[in-house]
């Protein structure tokens, strides 16, 4: 009696762990077409019951958590693909030299694209800098 409550125990565990795509995304505060599209990106993964609704594991959480960070801090989907294998189970990544390269490509776009700006804000310095004088031309005439 004792072997068969065990079991029946682990099984009400397991299932109570599994949650719907609604839940994931009030848990998560991701919207459920969000995560439809983590799960096409290869990002996040789901079993599906019989009726064919998706069901997530309890990691599910905090594998949208560290999604979310990653895409704040400017990787592409890909990139975060192919960093997800060096999650581990808390917060952070595996110091492998995989995830060192991804994130030292990523600080060089990120350089580039802060580059680029300083290049941008110069010109349009310059066009404001000419646009006030022909102002104060104007008004002195």
Do not use: F, W
């Not at 109570?16 to 993964?45: D, F, K, N, P, W």
């Not at 390269?101 to 580059?115: C, F």
């Amino acid at each position: 009696m004792a072997v068969r409550l065990a079991v029946d125990i682990s099984v009400k565990v397991k299932r109570r762990a599994a949650m719907r795509i609604g839940e994931l995304s009030r848990r998560t505060g991701v919207s459920t077409r969000l995560l439809r599209y983590y799960e096409g990106q290869g990002l996040l993964v789901s079993e599906r019951d019989s009726n064919d609704y998706r069901r997530y594991g309890p990691d599910a959480i905090e594998r949208v958590t560290r999604v979310r960070e990653l895409l704040a801090g400017g990787l592409t989907t890909e990139a975060i693909r192919d960093l997800l294998p060096c999650t581990q189970g808390g917060p952070g990544l595996l110091a492998c030299e995989h995830s060192v390269q991804v994130l030292d490509g990523q600080l060089s776009r990120v350089d580039e694209q802060m580059a680029e700006l300083a290049r941008k804000r110069e010109a349009l310095l310059g066009v404001t800098s000419t646009l006030r004088a022909g102002e104060v031309e104007a008004a002195v005439t």
